[in-house]
T-cell receptor, first 115, second 112 residues
Framework: KAGVTQTPRYLIKTRGQQVTLSCSPISGHRSVSWYQQTPGQGLQFLFEYFSETQRNKGNFPGRFSGRQFSNSRSEMNVSTLELGDSALYLC??????????????FGEGSRLTVL | GDSVTQMEGPVTLSEEAFLTINCTYT??????LFWYVQYPGEGLQLLLKATKADDKGSNKGFEATYRKETTSFHLEKGSVQVSDSAVYFC???????????FGAGTRLTVKP
């Protein structure tokens, strides 16, 4: 079974640009979550999508947005990039919300560098 | 809100030493608890989990017990190997919610 696939793995942008990151969850998983990982703030929850609906949102500005498609694939977008947006963005999938097993399955991440 | 406090380290051990990484949590309701591991340049991999009080999660020689009375989920391994060198994250998932709360991570280096 293929794991969570994130593209691109690495990208470099300049301040003010926008970026779109993609995530394909494990087949059959309907919940997709996004996390930002930085050395200073650690792992922070961005948002979660389930059945194309945003179910939960973390404490990030409106420049961070996401969506989920009918095939459960998800994208996140960051507009008007700032230097502080440089981070590893991790996508995670799970079969259903609140399943008893509860673990999230993570992709390898997209490393964004903002210059 | 629900949160996790984790011993930050870094931790440096010699091969075959005993490992303990402390993790305590604050939560309402009945969260599930996890340990994830991250190797350089990779995403997070689930190491072990426990979904209710007194459950013991175990994998690859690592163990952690969900202690409700002390709100703890400490990670232990009796004999570490060089290949265990990685960053370890304690995490909590609130009931019926996939908003996982992570600790700050503990970098473990095992020397031969």
């Amino acid at each position: 079974k293929a794991g969570v696939t994130q593209t691109p793995r690495y990208l470099i942008k300049t301040r003010g640009q926008q970026v779109t990151l993609s995530c394909s969850p494990i087949s059959g998983h309907r919940s997709v979550s996004w996390y930002q990982q930085t050395p200073g703030q650690g792992l922070q929850f961005l948002f979660e999508y389930f059945s194309e609906t945003q179910r939960n949102k973390g404490n990030f500005p409106g420049r961070f947005s996401g969506r989920q498609f009918s095939n459960s694939r998800s994208e996140m977008n960051v507009s008007t990039l700032e230097l502080g947006d440089s981070a590893l963005y991790l996508c995670a999938s799970s079969p259903v919300v609140g399943a008893p097993t509860g673990e999230l399955f993570f992709g390898e991440g997209s490393r964004l560098t903002v210059l | 809100g629900d949160s996790v406090t984790q011993m930050e380290g870094p931790v440096t051990l010699s091969e075959e030493a005993f490992l303990t990484i402390n993790c305590t949590y604050t939560a309402t309701g009945y969260p599930s608890l996890f340990w994830y591991v991250q190797y350089p340049g990779e995403g997070l991999q689930l190491l072990l989990k426990a979904t209710k009080a007194d459950d013991k999660g175990s994998n690859k020689g690592f163990e952690a017990t969900y202690r409700k009375e002390t709100t703890s989920f400490h990670l232990e391994k009796g004999s570490v190997q060089v290949s265990d060198s990685a960053v370890y994250f304690c995490a909590l998932r609130p009931y019926n919610n996939n908003d996982m709360r992570f600790g700050a991570g503990t970098r473990l280096t095992v020397k031969p």
